[in-house]
Nanobody, 118 residues
Framework: QVQLVESGGGLVQAGGSLRLSCAAS????????MGWFRQAPGKERENVAA????????HYADSVKGRFTISRDNAKNTLYLQMDSLKPEDTAVYYC???????????WGQGTQVTVSS
């Protein structure tokens, strides 16, 4: 029903910035929570940011609060994650997620690698 395609990942030096995009095909409902997850080597999957598609409420993990900003363009069916002041510990595969309930998405993207060098 819904397909998600992430882009914008890459290699960046510590202190730098990246902007991830998630293009969604299919209908995203206003009540859905949309978000970004990441999984770093040797660590469990972590929900880093979330937003209500038809609202303004947002959530951030403590580890990224103040550095990352989640946003969306409903007309373009696109979700964004602006990542500033990147740290090596932010290195992970980042996944876009749709219809997140109880920390579990109904749909996942394929992931995009973010690598932050020191």
């Amino acid at each position: 029903q819904v397909q998600l395609v992430e882009s914008g990942g890459g290699l960046v030096q510590a202190g730098g910035s990246l902007r991830l995009s998630c293009a969604a095909s299919g209908r995203i409902f206003s009540t859905w929570t949309m978000g970004w997850f990441r999984q770093a080597p040797g660590k469990e999957r972590e929900n880093v940011a979330a937003i209500i598609w038809g609202g303004s409420s947002t959530h951030y993990a403590d580890s990224v609060k103040g550095r990352f900003t989640i946003s969306r363009d409903n007309a373009k069916n696109t979700l964004y994650l602006q990542m500033d002041s990147l740290k090596p510990e932010d290195t992970a595969v980042y996944y876009c997620a749709a219809d997140v309930r109880g920390g579990k998405p109904s749909f996942w993207g394929q992931g995009t690698q973010v690598t932050v060098s020191s």
